[in-house]
């Protein structure tokens, strides 16, 4: 079965730092893109960053540019999200999320699937 579990989440103070993790199985990781999307209470859902089947190419949404990182290794089917200088704005649930075409920009919701639970990230002081 195809399995995305994100970790890593938590509470931080604005300013500090978090790195997120999603596990995957059930599938050929090398053969996808990857991305990370978020979801604040009341409002859509919002492309963080997306990666290349084998990291080559990496896009970010306009709002966490400088700021994140999205890595993979395929033998270790994992993907992880650096997270610096996080401000109040970033509190939201984030999801690990497959493409179903290319990493490009910018991130379309309906370009992605197999969405899991997410994990919470609460920045405040």
């Known amino acids: 079965q195809l399995q995305f579990v994100e970790s890593g989440g938590g509470l931080v103070q604005p300013g500090g730092s978090l790195r997120l993790s999603c596990t995957t199985s059930?599938?050929?990781?090398?053969?996808?893109?990857m991305g990370w999307f978020r979801q604040a209470p009341g409002k859509e859902r919002e492309g963080v960053a997306c990666?290349?089947?084998?990291?080559?190419?990496?896009n970010y949404g306009d709002s966490v540019k400088g700021r994140f990182t999205i890595s993979r290794d395929n033998d270790k089917r994992m993907v992880w999200l650096q997270m610096n200088s996080l401000k109040s704005e970033d509190t939201a649930v984030y999801f690990c999320?497959?493409?179903?075409?290319?990493?490009?920009?910018?991130?379309?919701?309906?370009?992605?699937?197999?969405w899991g639970q997410g994990t919470q990230v609460t920045v405040s002081s």
């Open positions: 059930g599938f050929s990781l090398s053969n996808f893109p």
């Open positions: 999320v497959r493409g179903i075409y290319y990493c490009d920009s910018p991130l379309q919701e309906d370009e992605y699937m197999n």
């Open positions: 990666i290349s089947t084998s990291g080559e190419v990496t």
